[in-house]
């Protein structure tokens, strides 16, 4: 039997999709007891706080090794950008990571030293004054006209009804801000929720995205990275956190 030559086979393992590269679920250990309780009182009473974005800046330092002082992640997708997002997502999602409702066992810890809701309220409130820095990584393949226009078309069929016209998302009803976040970072997520490893979403966001395919959660990334994100732009594109 004939062997594929050494470079093709790195040349197909570069093509790979994003998910390919994630550890086998079945080898991680058990995940730590969920409280939702915990985490729903912990987000109204930071909702309650209001939030200090001065006072959140400081807070912030904590946060800012993997995302960044701008809150621009990785063009890698392995931290998202949070630049501009709404505040009461990211209180939702904060308090959820403390509560182990939503499964991130990197940020946990520094989740866990912020000292409580005004904390929380503090750090939402500047992240969200952030201006947006450009250069969101994107999905640069040959086809990647296709697959924009494929999931244009998937947004504006199961999506925009929450997150918007330009993916803006709702600070209102706590519905996420997806226009302009890292491709591959979103097509992480879209896979977690849809094979049921992230827990901490809209029940009817798990029963529309469960139809759909790798391929179309592909496309449907690579639409909402290449939209701009709303608000105040930065300037030049910031150097990449470390490895």
Not at 26 to 54: H, M, N, T
Not at 107 to 126: K, Q, T, Y
Not at 172 to 196: C, F, T
Not at 206 to 217: D, P
Request: net charge positive.
């Amino acid at each position: 039997m004939l062997k594929m030559p050494y470079l093709l086979c790195v040349a197909l393992i570069a093509l790979a999709p994003a998910w390919a590269a994630e550890p086998a679920r079945s080898s991680l250990p058990p995940p730590p007891e969920k409280s939702p309780s915990q985490a729903e009182a912990e987000r109204a009473l930071a909702l309650a706080e209001g939030g200090d974005a001065a006072a959140g800046k400081a807070a912030y330092k904590v946060c800012s090794a993997c995302h960044l002082p701008s809150g621009f992640g990785r063009r890698d997708g392995g931290y998202p950008k949070l630049a501009g997002q709404h505040a009461t997502v990211l209180i939702k999602q904060i308090a959820d990571i403390r509560a182990h409702v939503r499964e991130n066992g990197g940020m946990h810890s520094f989740a866990m030293e912020l000292r409580g809701p005004r904390d929380i309220a503090d750090v939402a409130a500047h992240i969200e004054s952030l201006c947006i820095p450009p250069g969101n990584g994107r999905y640069v393949m040959p086809d990647a006209d296709t697959r924009i226009a494929e999931g244009g078309r998937i947004f504006d069929r199961d999506c925009v009804d929450c997150h918007q016209p330009r993916g803006q998302g709702s600070k209102e009803k706590g519905y996420p801000m997806l226009a302009g976040q890292h491709y591959r970072y979103l097509l992480r997520q879209l896979a977690d929720i849809r094979d049921g490893y992230r827990q901490n979403v809209d029940p009817d966001m798990v029963k529309t995205i469960k139809k759909h395919k790798n391929g179309e959660l592909q496309s449907l990334a690579a639409y909402l990275a290449a939209l701009d994100t709303p608000g105040t732009p930065c300037g030049p594109a910031p150097a990449q956190a470390r490895k």
